[in-house]
């Protein structure tokens, strides 16, 4: 079965860290493009990061630069985000998207809540 499962959201104070994990199975990420975008209540889903198939291209959003990273394990057929400095606004679900050729895939999505 292919999928993309996503996990490590959690609920973490303003100023907080949390690493997101997307791990693929029924396919091999090695030749996809990865994103990783999210949505906040009431809002459109919104790109948050890309990183090229090889690992050495990445792009952000303007809200994230600087804060989140990007990046990949091929061996291990999974993709990070490490979220740092969080923000109440990054409150929103976390989806991992991979793209190639004509194939596309979606995960289902882990929650990430900053709040004290």
């Known amino acids: 079965q292919v999928q993309l499962v996503e996990s490590g959201g959690d609920l973490v104070q303003p100023g907080g860290s949390l690493t997101l994990s997307c791990e693929a199975s029924?396919?091999?990420?090695?030749?996809?493009?990865m994103y990783w975008y999210r949505q906040a209540p009431g809002k459109d889903r919104e790109f948050v990061a890309s990183i090229s198939s090889t690992g050495t291209s990445t792009n952000y959003a303007d809200s994230v630069k600087g804060r989140f990273t990007i990046s990949r394990d091929n061996a291990k057929n999974a993709v990070y985000l490490k979220m740092n400095s969080l923000k109440p606004e990054d409150t929103a679900v976390y989806y991992c998207?991979?793209?190639?050729?004509?194939?596309?895939?979606w995960g289902q999505g882990t929650q990430v809540t900053v709040s004290s």
């Open positions: 029924g396919f091999t990420v090695s030749r996809y493009y």
């Open positions: 998207h991979g793209a190639y050729r004509d194939f596309t895939h």
